[in-house]
């Protein structure tokens, strides 16, 4: 069993579908985080939750909704999605230590997301 | 701010030679981590090694080396004894805080061949 998984691995949908991303860790982490993977550009950060609160969201479109409703369990719910919005969406966790630089994020496998 | 920079989009190395991907960085913070992750095209983020800045040496993890020169603000990856199964993309990364909330923030990726 990996430490962070993420479902589906695939997803296609059209712009008025409305769908959901789930990140699950077994890790025992306490912040989680989604990031966007866009083609020839760096991954872009788009929401940290710390403690189930979320702490970070880095300007992103609403048609974006977080959920984490425990400190294992992430959601991205997506409605009214643009084509541009196709992109493989990461999950990640880590375990915050208040001064410490050293904590590295784990990763799951991400969701492929085609928005048609 | 921070502020990662990767100028190889892509490099190719002969199988059992070694490699370096070069990695800048940019930040005003005293303190801060640095990290290597490797993606296969399975799209998981796999941690390969961490780098602190006040480090006197630099890190080491099997056939994973960083190259650390604080002054020169770069944190060069190097791989010995390159493997087909090095083939990946390798983005380097720095940890910081955003507000309340501790992240990464992701260059834009070297693309490595593994030649045979």
């Known amino acids: 069993e990996t430490g962070v998984t993420q479902t589906p691995r695939h997803l296609v949908m059209g712009m008025t579908n409305k769908k959901s991303l789930k990140c699950e860790q077994h890790l025992g982490h306490n912040a989680m985080y989604w990031y966007k993977q866009s083609a020839k550009k760096p991954l872009e950060l788009m929401f940290v939750y710390n403690f189930k609160e979320q702490t970070e969201n880095n300007s992103v479109p609403s048609r974006f909704s977080p959920e984490c409703p425990n400190s294992s369990h992430l959601f991205l719910h997506l409605h009214t999605l643009q084509p541009e919005d196709s992109a493989l969406y990461l999950c990640?966790?880590?375990?915050?230590?208040?001064?410490?630089?050293?904590?590295?994020?784990?990763f799951g496998q991400g969701t492929r997301l085609t928005v048609v | 701010a921070q502020k990662i920079t990767q100028t190889q989009p892509g490099m190719f190395v002969q199988e059992k030679e070694a490699v370096t991907l070069d990695c800048t960085y940019d930040?005003?913070?005293?303190?801060?981590?640095l990290f290597w992750y490797k993606q296969p095209s399975s799209g998981e983020m796999i941690f390969l090694i961490y780098q602190g800045s006040y480090d006197q040496q630099n890190a080491t993890e099997g056939r994973y080396s960083l190259n650390f020169q604080k002054a020169r603000k770069s944190a060069n990856l190097v791989i010995s004894a390159s493997q087909l199964g090095d083939s990946a993309m390798y983005f380097c990364a720095m940890s910081g805080y955003s507000g309340s909330a501790r992240q990464l923030t992701f260059g834009s990726g070297t693309q490595l061949t593994v030649l045979p």
């Open positions: 990640a966790s880590s375990q915050p230590r208040v001064g410490a630089m050293n904590t590295e994020a784990f």
């Open positions: 930040t005003s913070d005293p303190s801060y981590g």
